[in-house]
């Protein structure tokens, strides 16, 4: 399974960004996703989470309202549309598929991207 994040960059505080993580490798459609980020010196943390179907999401609290997760499985590819970004949304942000389908909070994620730094500034 191979993830391949792009659309990070240097972005004003207020302004978006939009991520895609293109996948290959497996059966796209058939496992859910998700969105992680790790700003300096902290731990990585959930961002946003959507099932195979993309008809089932969710949001870290952080960025609920703001940051929107999508996906198009004919194209193999899932979206993070981010918003009204903040100083302290700058991190690495990667991309990772779960082991089946379902979208759940205690999802086991088991493929990793390589990465995409945004950075906002103020």
């Known amino acids: 399974v191979h993830l391949v994040e792009s659309g990070g960059g240097l972005v004003q505080a207020g302004g978006s960004v939009r991520l895609s993580c293109a996948a290959s490798?497996?059966?796209?459609?058939?496992?859910?996703m998700g969105w992680f980020r790790q700003a300096p010196g902290r731990e990585r943390e959930f961002v946003a989470g959507i099932s195979g179907s993309g008809l089932s999401t969710g949001y870290a609290d952080s960025v609920k309202g703001r940051f929107t997760i999508s996906r198009d499985n004919g194209k193999n590819t899932m979206y993070l549309q981010m918003n009204s970004l903040r100083p302290e949304d700058t991190a690495v942000y990667y991309c990772?598929?779960?082991?089946?389908?379902?979208?759940?909070?205690?999802?086991?994620?088991?493929?990793w991207g390589q990465g995409t730094q945004v950075t906002v500034s103020s």
């Open positions: 990772a598929t779960a082991s089946d389908r379902y979208y759940r909070t205690n999802a086991k994620y088991d493929y």
């Open positions: 490798g497996r059966t796209f459609s058939s496992y859910a």
